[in-house]
């Protein structure tokens, strides 16, 4: 039963058997609609051609209102916990993808949630939510109009705090319990908050969308299942209808575990300098053999490799180079020592032009976003 396999938001496993996500909450599988996408937005994003991006719920409809030249709100966030690393940049990617194609982009930096759930300092959440993901988002292309919307949860307009108080009228405990297992008061406000980032946009005052596109990872699924049976709830009320999503999987950390900010041993971050970076990179653990013989005999495993990994998310946007380094690898023909070696280099020149944007971004998260007072 559904019930009896949970996922947790908040909490850090990183393991998550993606199968039972369609098996058990109606996720349905991604791939079969790339010729569609290709149809209707052009060429996919690369996260999407190579199966990062999973699975989804009602993206059809995206698509025919895209098709019929319909206005769609993109909402997404960021949950400002500590710094900007390669996990988050998926997101960041899929925000550009969408906003190049023309949707109204909303950007949730969630500082309520930072400071309720994860109980972090309140200023140093407000510091990384400008100086860190803000910051970031600008300098890999995220621009500034007006149709761009990045806001504090602390910090917002007053219909959207209504939206949270009405919301809960109509969910019960216990429901939330079957979702989400045992609760507390944050985190019922931050599931109750997260409705109203998502569900929001559809009101007259802040554009009056009635189609809502959340890309997020997948233990954020509780969310969206809570959030849309919420539409369900008050769609005679306020006119709402359930927003889609998709799913990515997650970036995995050098170690084959979960990336975090708090694994920097670990993790990359989009601030490290580079011979850090690419120090951290050289450690990672890879599909290769035990030993240079028996990695020519029998070849890697690429797909339990945390370098090629980067290479499919980050590094490398050819699908036929990609390619060209999985067979090879698998051929035996391709050794760890090599296939490292190429890939810090490619991660050093990404991160020596992303700092310099980074620098000059840093100037201008003031433009973009206005941080809560205290």
């Known amino acids: 039963m ?10 850090t496993a990183v393991r998550i058997e993606y199968e039972k996500l369609f098996k058990y909450f109606g996720i349905s599988e991604f791939a079969p609609l790339l010729p569609r996408i290709r149809e209707v937005f052009g060429e996919p994003l690369h996260l999407m051609r190579r199966g990062v991006i999973f699975g989804h719920r009602d993206y059809e409809r995206i698509l025919e209102a895209y098709k019929s030249r319909e206005r769609i709100a993109l909402v997404t966030g960021f949950m400002p916990s500590g710094k900007f690393h390669f996990g988050h940049k998926m997101v960041a990617e899929q925000i550009i993808y969408y906003q190049k194609l023309g949707f109204e982009v909303f950007v949730v930096i969630a500082d309520a949630e930072a400071y309720a759930v994860r109980k972090l300092d309140r200023k140093k959440v407000i510091e990384y939510g400008l100086y860190e993901y803000v910051a970031n988002l600008i300098a890999l292309g995220l621009e500034k109009n007006k149709h761009t919307h990045i806001y504090f949860q602390t910090n917002y307009e007053k219909p959207y705090y209504r939206l949270i108080q009405m919301f809960s009228r109509r969910v019960t405990m216990a429901e939330m319990e079957a979702i ?14 997260q409705a109203a980032d998502i569900l929001h946009p559809q009101l007259e005052y802040f554009g009056g969308f009635k189609h809502v596109l959340v890309p997020v990872g997948a233990d954020q699924d509780p969310h969206m299942r809570l959030t849309r049976d919420i539409a369900d709830r008050f769609k005679s009320e306020l006119g709402f209808e359930r927003p889609s999503s998709t799913y990515h999987r997650f970036q995995v950390g050098l170690d084959g575990n979960k990336m975090s900010s708090s694994r920097p041993d670990h993790t990359i971050f989009l ?3 580079p011979e850090q970076a690419v120090r951290k990179l050289k450690r ?4 290769g053999r035990a030993t240079i013989e028996e990695q020519r005999r029998l070849g890697g495993v690429p797909e339990a490799c945390t370098v090629y990994e980067f290479y499919v998310y980050h590094l490398i946007f050819s699908d036929k180079e990609l390619l060209d380094i999985y067979r090879r690898c698998r051929g035996g023909e391709l050794l760890c020592g090599e296939c490292k070696s190429y890939a810090t280099e490619l991660l050093a020149k990404f991160l020596e032009e992303h700092q310099k944007k980074l620098e000059k971004a840093r100037d201008r998260v003031l433009d973009y976003a206005e941080p809560p007072e205290f």
């Not at 008061?185 to 599931?191: D, E, L």
């Open 2 to 11: 559904a019930q009896e396999y949970r996922i947790d938001p908040w909490g």
């Open 180 to 193: 989400y297992g045992n609760m507390e008061p944050g985190k019922v406000i931050a599931a109750l908050t």
């Open 271 to 273: 601030t490290d300098p």
């Open 284 to 287: 990672a653990l890879t599909g």
